[in-house]
């Protein structure tokens, strides 16, 4: 399988700090070409959220260049993989609450990561930044780790309340300020042909999924100068819509 990549990121419009922090990197293992993408939010109503997300994404990158290589031939990757990333976060998890203790701060953040291998792409999630697999429509693989996100999906309220509730933002957890860290996991099927896209919830609060869309086809997606026109393209659509959050995406498409 062959990937093209390109991220994105803008501070917005209100913020001064982007405390947003992504990566998008690519190594090749016995000739076969691995892809990892990381982004992470900086909680925005908490303390220094750069600093979390920026710790995060350095800490992904440095297991992807020196621990997972080790384990691209294991049988039992998957759940290898699930394991490493489960003790990474709970382990930043404490680094971050601890370091938030001893300055006086609290700090936090989201984190998506995709990694995309051989036949199969693996995921991870805490919080509401999101990964999206695009084939003949877009497709929301994670789940919002939010108030709102849970109690629609016990039936407490409706799709049409939960889109105009106040609470959309209240995160159950995140990196660096929960006291018990529970990441989902996802896994499925990498076919050539069809994209992921990773974002912050800035990215996605006041365009649409047909939007979205309508700009990564992956029919559409020839290379990494069409996949940034068209990242830039949303984020200036984004602003122009007033949109007062940092707006970061990273976009792959596999081939």
């Not at 998890?93 to 953040?109: E, P, V």
């Not at 990694?115 to 929301?140: E, H, K, P």
């Not at 933002?169 to 990441?183: D, F, W, Y």
Request: one cysteine or more; hydrophobic letters at 40%.
């Amino acid at each position: 399988m062959e990937f093209i990549i390109s991220a994105s990121t803008d501070a917005g419009l209100v913020k001064k700090n982007n405390q947003d922090s992504l990566m998008a990197k690519e190594l090749s293992i016995d000739g076969e070409k691995v892809t990892l993408a990381v982004l992470c939010d900086g909680v925005g109503g908490l303390s220094k959220g750069e600093i979390a997300s920026a710790t995060v994404v350095h800490a992904f990158d440095r297991w992807f260049m020196e621990r997972f290589p080790s384990i691209f031939h294991a049988e039992n990757r998957y759940d290898l993989i699930c394991a490493d990333w489960a003790r990474l976060l709970n382990t930043y998890n404490q680094k971050i609450r601890d370091y938030g203790s001893a300055n006086g701060i609290t700090l936090g953040t989201t984190v998506t990561a995709a990694l995309m291998m051989l036949d199969r792409y693996y995921v991870v999630n805490v919080g509401d930044s999101r990964t999206y697999l695009i084939d003949d429509a877009l497709y929301q693989i994670t789940k919002d780790q939010t108030i709102v996100n849970y109690e629609l999906e016990k039936g407490m309220i409706t799709p049409e309340q939960a889109e105009k509730d106040t609470r959309n933002n209240i995160l159950l957890q995140c990196v660096g300020a929960s006291e018990q860290l529970v990441p989902d996991f996802f896994s499925g099927e990498l076919r050539a042909d069809t994209a992921f896209l990773l974002c912050s919830d800035g990215f996605r609060h006041v365009i649409t999924e047909a939007e979205i869309y309508e700009r990564f086809r992956p029919s559409e997606l020839v290379d990494a100068e069409v996949i940034r026109a068209r990242q830039l393209e949303l984020i200036e659509i984004n602003k122009s819509r007033m949109e007062k959050d940092n707006i970061s995406v990273i976009v792959i498409k596999a081939y």
